[in-house]
């Protein structure tokens, strides 16, 4: 038997069963709403915080946490720029000037009798002007050590016509480290050498003229030009 009735959808049906019929399209979403999904403004994802208790933090190397410690307190140490003379304009030393004061190592005389060269003569020729050699107390010290192989060394040293100079410290019986404290508390000196480390720590120290003897005869290095106009 068929019955006839009207669905929600005012469609028309004839059914043998007069059960409630599901073959309706309108019955199917019937009962049923959208759940529409609203789109937020500006919508972040959420981040954990790098502070958090949560995140392990990864162990360091213990010789890499002593190295950082290190480079720290070298950063954070006070450092003391020494004080540029007034006599320097950039590398040139308008200090320097005749009569040249001229500082003498201990092998640059050993050297310059080796040559068979005139201190005094030598300097003159090679400067073009008066020239006054220094003596300091830590070179005499130093050619008395050698013994008598090297008296004629000193005999030449104790030239009256050589200036005296006392050390830059009481007890400092090392040459070098007494000529470069000197010269780089006063830039009025030029340093007579042929000592190589001698001649590479004084290269670092601007406006301070080297001499060393090549070919038999002395060579001047680092002279300000036109200084002998």
């Not at 007069?18 to 981040?47: E, I, N």
């Not at 038999?216 to 300000?224: F, N, S």
Request: overall charge positive; aromatic content about 8%.
């Amino acid at each position: 038997m068929y019955t006839t009735y009207i669905c929600p959808c005012r469609h028309f049906r004839r059914e043998r069963c007069v059960t409630f019929p599901t073959a309706c399209p309108g019955l199917s979403t019937m009962g049923k709403l959208k759940k529409g999904k609203t789109k937020k403004f500006a919508a972040v994802k959420r981040m954990i915080s790098p502070k958090d208790a949560r995140i392990k933090k990864p162990t360091l190397n213990p010789n890499l946490v002593a190295k950082q410690e290190k480079e720290k307190e070298k950063a954070s140490a006070v450092r003391n720029v020494a004080q540029t003379p007034s006599s320097m304009f950039f590398s040139h030393n308008m200090a320097l000037g005749p009569p040249y004061h001229v500082l003498i190592d201990t092998n640059f005389i050993n050297f310059s009798i080796q040559n068979k060269l005139d201190i005094m003569k030598s300097l003159m020729d090679c400067l073009y002007a008066k020239v006054i050699p220094c003596i300091t107390e830590a070179v005499m010290a130093e050619l008395e050590k050698l013994g008598p192989k090297y008296r004629v060394a000193l005999r030449l040293a104790k030239d009256p016509r050589f200036e005296r100079l006392p050390a830059m410290r009481q007890g400092s019986e090392y040459a070098d480290d007494d000529l470069v404290e000197r010269v780089t508390a006063h830039r009025i000196y030029i340093v007579a050498t042929c000592d190589r480390d001698l001649k590479r720590r004084l290269r670092k120290i601007p406006g301070v003229p080297l001499i060393s003897i090549k070919e038999r005869k002395y060579q001047v290095e680092r002279m300000p030009e036109g200084q002998f106009g």
